[in-house]
């Protein structure tokens, strides 16, 4: 189910997958990205490209749909965690906003869509 979900996810344009810990931070956009697994680990984005990563999927144990309060809009992510909680990838829906700061629908839905399938908190 984690390979479905990031399949899902990258399909999507405008995804900003970011990985981040207390000494650095990488950020990809989903645009063209492939995914593929080979045993637990699995690669999103060229492997010969300018910029991939690899997910060891025996690590990732939840992943969670959220929506977090902001100053002036509502954040939109899916974000994949350890088993002590900590914070693995997260996945953040950008362009969620249109110039007049109004929500845009069709992205909204696409979130719903991938929130109902899935279920907004996922055990692996």
Do not use: C
């Amino acid at each position: 189910m984690l390979l479905e979900l990031l399949s899902d996810l990258i399909k999507i344009d405008d995804i900003l997958l970011i990985i981040k810990n207390n000494g650095a931070t990488s950020e990809i956009r989903s645009d063209s990205l492939s995914i593929r697994q080979k045993d637990k680990w699995i690669t999103i984005g060229d492997n010969d490209g300018p910029a991939h990563m690899h997910l060891n999927s025996e690590v990732v144990k939840s992943a969670e749909f959220i929506q977090e309060q902001k100053p002036d809009k509502i954040s939109f992510s899916v974000r994949f965690f350890d088993e002590g909680g900590e914070r693995i990838l997260a996945a953040f829906f950008t362009k969620m906003y249109d110039d007049s700061k109004q929500l845009v629908a069709e992205r909204k839905k696409l979130y719903d869509q991938l929130n109902q399938k899935f279920s907004s908190s996922i055990k692996f």
